[in-house]
């Protein structure tokens, strides 16, 4: 019996995994418990959501950069 291709959600959580995987030992991405499936839950929601509006581009930025560099001034 041959295995099913993998889908495009596979290939993109793989692909995701290895560059995450790097980023933290980098010592890019400290947080404790960061997954692929969370970040790419993540940016789906904000596609969504920046989807609805009416500045939908500028808004997704905005939303992603909040969500990257958190919402503490510097």
């Known amino acids: 019996m041959r295995a ?3 889908g495009c959600h596979d290939m993109i ?3 995701g995994d290895v560059l995450l995987s790097r980023a933290q ?7 404790p418990g960061v997954t692929i499936t969370r970040l790419l839950k993540l940016v789906g929601a904000i596609a969504l959501t920046a989807g609805h509006d009416v500045d939908g581009p500028a808004e997704a930025d905005l939303l992603l950069t909040t969500a990257i560099d958190g919402v503490r001034t510097r």
């Open 4 to 6: 099913d291709p993998p």
């Open 13 to 15: 959580t793989t692909a």
């Open 25 to 31: 030992a980098a010592d890019v991405v400290r947080r």
